[in-house]
């Protein structure tokens, strides 16, 4: 497998390391020039310097050879650019790093479906271990597409039993848990929700964003 990944966030060099631990090819598109030397000389990687939005830095990386592609820059607005000139190159898969989960819907609209939100999603982590809920083992669970996505109970729900709220939720996604500050409760429909309320669901990628619009996030 040929991975092309832009920047060198933590995350980028995180991911960098895995698939290099798992035989893949790496290569990394880094703008400063200083960062780039640094990363050629101590990382089992091919690193090529420049924008990596700029389609002739792509070019110069043969995206057009790659399985993946992973924009995971410090700036929502590169990553988001950097993919779409990385579709254009025909790749697969297209992976976008975000820190602003206000870019869920842009992307959503343009097509951009992957979607990785580390500091979201590691709230989200440790705050359900917190609660006794390990999401490492509910991954294990998830195929596809899969995501979990964590929401308060604003007041129109409140009162509102899970079996309603499903009716209202997108296709493909369900409630699992009801976390309440004494602890949690499974998604029986008859579970009437509460002021406080958190509500833990099971969805597709593709409904972050309607989630993330109709719905605030938690975590």
């Known amino acids: 497998m040929r991975v092309l990944i832009v920047g060198s966030s933590r995350l980028a060099l995180q991911t960098a390391e895995i698939f290099i631990g798992r035989g893949d090819e790496v290569v990394i598109i880094e703008i400063d020039k200083e960062k780039a030397a640094h990363l050629a000389e101590t990382m089992d990687v091919a690193v090529v310097e420049g924008d990596g939005a700029d389609p002739s ?56 479906d992957k979607l990785a939100l580390p500091e979201l999603s590691f709230a989200m982590y440790v705050s359900e271990m917190a609660r006794g809920l390990n ?48 602890g949690f409760l499974p998604a029986r429909e008859e579970v009437v929700l509460q002021a406080g309320d958190e509500v833990l669901v099971v969805t597709r990628q593709r409904n972050l964003a309607e989630l993330t619009t109709k719905y605030t996030p938690s975590g």
């Open 135 to 182: 999401l490492a083992e509910i991954g294990e669970l998830l195929r596809g597409d899969a995501r979990l996505f964590r929401f308060l109970a604003d007041e129109d729900l409140v009162g509102k039993p899970v079996y309603e709220l499903n009716r209202e939720l997108p296709d493909d996604t369900s409630v699992v848990v009801v976390l309440r500050k004494d």
């Open 57 to 112: 830095v792509q070019l110069a990386a043969e995206a057009q050879d790659a399985d993946a592609f992973i924009a995971a820059t410090r700036d929502d607005q590169t990553n988001i650019v950097a993919s779409l000139v990385a579709r254009k190159f025909g790749i697969e898969e297209v992976i976008v790093k975000l820190e602003n989960p206000d870019y869920i819907p842009v992307c959503e609209d343009l097509g951009l």
